[in-house]
């Protein structure tokens, strides 16, 4: 039973149909390959950091475009979504237009390759107002990506003092107004650095910290996370040392855990640990979001000792 008085988060983004192969190796140009493993479940940036909110036990609200009700693949959607306790009942149907799909190869060593189709007529969507969904929320957690549509809820967030967290995975402009908007702005280090047009991720932080008065992370993977404190120092957090057998949605559990972690008035080094955590039990098993770990599973690893990375 979900706890009403748990943290409740709003995701913004696009649902996803994920179709994932497991294969030994990565095919190379032209050749065919046979999978040792499939299956199709929704994905996509918002709804893998919802699994992971509601498996960490806060509350997880999505809204975003979604292609026309009559797809067969909504009802699988929709279907797992509630298994999760995740209320999406704000994601908007769009008439006509089709569900965002991608195929998912992941190799031995848990590394993934992804193609993604997403129809362009999606991105004209008009999600419901700022009356109807920020109504008891503590924060909200969007995709850079999104900013088109999602621009004016974060703003009507931050006007009501809630926590804005952007999980950016692609460059950004310099104008982008996520950048003044956000309170949190978590790059990887990819988009970190193009964004900056820095050679290295201090080099980046340090750059767009005169930019924008939000925190300012940066995540590389197995090699941590980067942060700018208070008072401007560059700090660093440690990732977990684990076995990964599939990465998929493993920075979107690191998004969501780091969103319910700061509405829960954890400091901020804790908040990125606890995110770290839950990525690195995430990528030890298969199953894209759905390997998302449970919050006990969480704690037993903070209380463990384990060694970081």
């Known amino acids: ?68 009700r009559t797809e067969p693949a909504q009802h699988t959607l929709l279907d797992q979504l509630a298994r999760e306790g995740i209320d999406a009942t704000h994601l908007v149907a769009m008439p006509g237009l089709t569900t965002p799909v991608s195929a998912v190869m992941l190799d031995e060593g848990g590394e993934r390759t992804i193609v993604t189709f997403r129809d362009p007529g999606l991105w004209q969507v008009k999600l419901p107002d700022a009356a109807t969904l920020l109504p008891y929320c503590d924060a909200i957690l969007i995709e850079n990506r999104c900013a088109p549509f999602g621009i ?32 949190h702005l978590v790059f990887s280090s990819d988009a970190l650095r193009a964004t900056a047009s820095a050679t ?25 996370t980067i942060w700018r404190d208070e008072a401007g120092r560059l700090q660093e957090t440690p990732s977990f040392a684990v076995q990964a057998v599939d990465t998929l949605g493993a920075g979107d559990i690191f998004h969501g855990a780091f969103a319910l972690a700061i509405t829960e008035r954890q400091a901020i080094n804790d908040a990125l640990t606890f995110a770290s955590a839950a990525a690195a039990l995430k990528c030890t098993r298969f199953g894209g979001a759905f390997a998302a770990p449970w919050r006990e599973e969480v704690e037993q690893l903070l209380r463990s000792g384990a060694r970081h990375a």
């Open 152 to 183: 004016e809820l974060c703003a009507a967030a931050r006007s009501r003092g809630l926590a804005v967290v952007v999980d950016i995975d692609r460059p950004m402009a310099l104008t982008d107004p996520l950048l003044t908007v956000a309170s």
């Open 1 to 68: 039973m979900t706890d009403v008085s748990a943290p409740r988060i709003l995701c913004i983004g696009m649902p996803v149909r994920d179709l994932t192969f497991r294969i030994d190796a990565m095919p190379v140009r032209g050749a065919k390959k046979r999978a040792e493993h499939f299956a199709e479940i929704c994905g996509g940036n918002a709804i893998n950091a919802a699994i992971g909110i509601a498996r960490l036990g806060g509350r997880a609200l999505l809204t975003g475009p979604m292609g026309d």
């Open 200 to 224: 290295s991720d201090a080099e980046a932080l340090d750059k767009l910290a005169a930019l924008t008065p939000a925190f300012l992370a940066g995540t590389r993977g197995p090699q941590g």
